[in-house]
């Protein structure tokens, strides 16, 4: 689960494709070494303007690629205080 390549169907609006930033590939690795470990829930906090969607949209393309749950997809919970940065990840 730990090894799969990063998601790279992403594209920024110039239709570049969007790679994620270091800190982000580690608050990923992070998350998905939690999972393995079993931990039912788990808290990223990440900094404002610094890809916490990007975050997301990349630990949910791994759990996807590994199968993780073949019986039901992975339920991510987005809080969010306007509608935009929930719609956005959630109509891609």
């Known amino acids: 689960m730990l090894l799969a390549p990063f998601d790279s169907s992403l594209r920024d609006y110039n239709l570049e494709r969007k790679r994620p930033r270091y800190y982000q590939r580690i608050a990923v690795n992070r998350a998905l070494r939690a999972i393995a470990r079993r931990q ?9 303007g610094t890809g916490k969607t ?32 929930v719609d956005r990840p959630k109509d891609d």
């Not at 039912?40 to 404002?48: G, H, S």
């Not at 997301?56 to 993780?68: F, P, T, Y």
């Open 40 to 48: 039912r829930r788990i808290l990223l906090t990440i900094a404002t």
């Open 54 to 85: 990007m975050v997301a949209r990349q630990l949910v393309a791994k759990l996807r690629k590994a199968d993780w749950t073949a019986s039901r997809m992975p339920r991510v919970l987005y809080l969010a205080d306007r509608n935009i940065p």
